[in-house]
Structure formats: structure tokens, C-alpha cells
């Protein structure tokens, strides 16, 4: 079993900066994939970022790209991520999510654990 609590959510104004915290407890393998999505209002959760556990190789949604960052902190066991430049449109519940599948993937279905949520509202 996996237990993932997230922080670091908030509001900000348009151009400014946040950074996410998804604190991990539980049997974690270094294989396994962290991913963190969102959910706006009305829509479906969309794929954010993902790594291994291990570290490594990063994956990012095409409406993320070159702005957000997913990194490990080893010494607070957690997976971070970096979000700069913000925009209105990435308001969202951010979630993270462990998926204990090999490859990794940009489904929410294949995920298997998840944390509550953490609200970002970014103001134009």
C-alpha cells in the first residue's frame, strides 16, 4: 500500500511561481512511476508529469512543457514539482499518483495510487 499527501498549493497571479510536494509512505519500489495530474472544473484529469521514482528520465504534457519541472527530493522523500510562468487556464486540484507499472504512461486509468489533492488558482 502507497500513501501519497501533496502541499503546496495556493494562489498566485499570472507569471508567478509554485511549487508542488508529493510526500510518499508506504512499499515504494524504485521502478515504480510518479506522476502528478490535474483537474479543472468540468473537465477530464489531464496528464502533468511523470518520473520514476528512481529518478531519471522526466515526461511532461504538451501544455506544461518548458514551464513546470518534476524532481526528487531524496532527503525529504518526496517528488516535486516546479511550476513557473503560471497561467489562469493551469487552475486546477493537482494530484500525484503512483502507478506501479513498468512504462510509464500519460492514462490516469493506469494509476493505482493517489493522493487528495492540492488546489492551485492562478488570477490573470
Known amino acids: 500500500q502507497v500513501q501519497l499527501v501533496e502541499s503546496g498549493g495556493g494562489s498566485v497571479r499570472a507569471g508567478g511561481s509554485l511549487r508542488l510536494s508529493c510526500a510518499a509512505s508506504g512499499r515504494i519500489f524504485s521502478s515504480y512511476i510518479i506522476g502528478w495530474f490535474r483537474q479543472a472544473p468540468g473537465k477530464e484529469r489531464e496528464f502533468v508529469a511523470a518520473q520514476r521514482w528512481s529518478g531519471g528520465s522526466t515526461y511532461y504534457g504538451d501544455s506544461v512543457k518548458g514551464r513546470f519541472t518534476i524532481s526528487r527530493d531524496y532527503a525529504r522523500n518526496t517528488v516535486d514539482l516546479q511550476m513557473n510562468s503560471l497561467k489562469p487556464e493551469d487552475t486546477a486540484v493537482y494530484y500525484c499518483?503512483?502507478?506501479?507499472?513498468?512504462?510509464?504512461?500519460?492514462?490516469?486509468?493506469?494509476?493505482?495510487?493517489w493522493g487528495q489533492g492540492t488546489q492551485v488558482t492562478v488570477s490573470s
Open positions: 499518483a503512483v502507478d506501479r507499472g513498468m512504462t510509464v504512461t500519460t492514462t490516469a486509468g493506469a494509476y493505482d495510487y
